[in-house]
């Protein structure tokens, strides 16, 4: 869902404190604001009754410029991000209450508004989900090595689940990220475009399509290239992968066979 509002109208109106606002009802999004003017107060009230949404993250557009941005609890504005801070950081702040959570953007009074836009992408998230920058527990949590438990119950709720070799790791000191570029394998399931195919050239033989795609995870887990496959899983978070449990194929080959000989496991994956 994408939202697109002006704040035009408020700016003719100099000498009121006039406060634009929408509802959104989707679970993920975007929302942009062209020319601010005053204030904009976005709500967050999904329309799924069942589901439990615990956390809300926000990422400011790399443009973001002209607003300050607040989170609003119990009637209260905390400020989350200046105007000029880190854009394309991600924010996350959990949902307390009955409360429907909402972002409220302050336009800073500028004289030429006319290359003016701020924004950002949102998402609720679940109990189950795990983003960066939620915490220090979340953050030591997602370094863990997963046990055959969790190996097994990866391959049926993570947003990818991809098998492939490890091409590169770079690493970003200013993010506290390493970014794994992952070549080759296949892509059994996938929640957006993250891996790509990539066609083999015509006329070369031997040459054949393969799929090729980046992960992320936080510096602190000191992630290095190692030969062979593995199978990654993770979840992914405004269009970024980032890693949960990722053993070496035949180690999960051999994992899940024996609990699927035991009958013991969560879900199907495919065997070839």
């Not at 989900?129 to 949590?141: E, I």
């Amino acid at each position: 869902m994408a939202v697109t509002t002006s704040g035009l109208a408020c700016e003719a109106e100099a000498n009121s404190r006039t406060v634009q606002q929408v509802r959104l009802r989707c679970t993920e999004g975007s929302v942009e604001w062209v020319y601010p003017g005053q204030a904009l107060r976005v709500v967050l009230e999904p329309n799924l009754s069942s589901a439990r949404h615990t956390t809300v993250c926000i990422k400011p557009f790399r443009s973001f410029n002209g607003a300050s941005v607040y989170i609003e609890r119990a009637g209260e504005l905390d400020l989350l991000m200046t105007d000029g801070g880190r854009p394309e950081q991600v924010f996350c702040f959990p949902v307390d209450g009955p409360q429907k959570p909402a972002i409220f953007l302050l336009a800073n009074p500028q004289r030429d508004i006319s290359q003016r836009a701020v924004g950002f992408r949102y998402e609720l998230l679940g109990n189950r989900t795990t983003a960066p920058n939620l915490g220090q527990s979340v953050l030591q949590a997602s370094c863990c090595p997963c046990n055959d438990t969790a190996l097994l119950l990866a391959i049926c709720s993570s947003d990818f689940v991809v098998r492939g070799s490890i091409r590169s790791v770079s690493h970003n000191a200013e993010r506290q990220t390493s970014l794994v570029e992952v070549s080759e394998g296949r892509v059994y399931r996938q929640r957006s475009g993250v891996f790509e195919r990539h066609t083999g050239t015509i006329g070369v033989p031997g040459s054949s399509s393969s799929w090729h795609g980046h992960i992320h995870t936080l510096l602190q887990c000191h992630v290095k290239p190692g030969g062979g496959e593995f199978l990654f899983t993770g979840t992914e978070h405004f269009g970024e992968a980032w890693l949960g449990c990722a053993p070496r194929y035949k180690d999960f080959m051999s994992l899940y066979q024996s609990a699927w000989a035991a009958r013991q496991n969560p879900c199907e994956f495919p065997l070839d």
